[in-house]
């Protein structure tokens, strides 16, 4: 099967720039979310959605940035403009609710951005 | 206060030997569950092992185990018989509660094993 498809695999970009992330989760799974990993914050939760909904996106920085997820398969995050301290591995994960609290997040392998 | 703490940076272990990674946690829910996390330097996160608060028995992957001690809110990582495949970051991660899916992780332990 399949995991978690994340790209690009490695984005470089200007400064002022927009980036976009693209995320096609498990298929079967109905919840979907972003991370954002660096050697200073660690693994920061940025936004999550069930059921293609955003439920929480407490964990989004700013206005910069937003996600969307127009159907099951499918999710953005765009940061517009980007700003050198966006660099960082961004991953995307998908999990399926009815396993309850045992339910797991499976990531995908990551997009690393590099703002200049 | 942390709700995950993983106190160790870093670790070195003998291949062939047993390690233990530690993991304290801090939630007054009773109803949650513990992950580990293992991030090789290719930077990929992988499942390891699932701990429930409910579990009546510590939970068991191949050579994984977790030490779950309820009473002092640790769910420490056993990998036995350590590999130079082992070599990786570990991230210990909780969810709280019911109905909500938000997984707190720590700050992880970078485990080198040596030849």
């Known amino acids: 099967d399949a995991g978690v498809i994340q790209s690009p695999r490695h984005e470089v970009t200007e400064m002022g720039q927009e980036v976009t992330l693209r995320c096609k989760p498990i298929s079967g799974h109905n919840s979907l979310f972003w991370y954002r990993q660096t050697m200073m914050r660690g693994l920061e939760l940025l936004i999550y959605?069930?059921?293609?909904?955003?439920?929480?996106d407490s964990g989004m920085p700013e206005d910069r940035f937003s996600a969307k997820m127009p159907n099951a398969s499918f999710s953005t995050l765009k940061i517009q403009p980007s700003e050198p301290r966006d660099s960082a591995v961004y991953f995307c994960?998908?999990?399926?609710?009815?396993?309850?609290?045992?339910?797991?997040?499976?990531f995908g392998p990551g997009t690393r951005l590099l703002v200049l | 206060a942390q709700k995950i703490t993983q106190t160790q940076p870093g670790m070195f272990v003998q291949e062939k030997e047993a390690v233990t990674l530690d993991c304290t946690y801090d939630?007054?829910?009773?109803?949650?569950?513990l992950f580990w996390y293992k991030q090789p330097s290719s930077g990929e996160m992988i499942f390891l092992i699932y701990?429930?608060?409910?579990?009546?028995q510590n939970a068991t992957e191949g050579r994984y185990s977790l030490n779950f001690q309820k009473a002092r809110k640790s769910a420490n990582l056993v990998i036995s018989a350590s590999q130079l495949g082992d070599s990786a970051m570990y991230f210990c991660?909780?969810?709280?509660?019911?109905?909500?899916?938000?997984?707190?992780f720590g700050t992880g332990t970078k485990l080198q094993v040596i030849p």
């Open positions: 701990q429930g608060s409910y579990d009546q």
């Open positions: 994960a998908s999990s399926r609710t009815e396993t309850g609290m045992k339910e797991t997040q499976y």
């Open positions: 991660a909780m969810r709280e509660g019911e109905g909500y899916q938000k997984v707190t």
């Open positions: 959605f069930n059921n293609n909904v955003p439920i929480d």
């Open positions: 939630t007054s829910d009773p109803s949650y569950g």
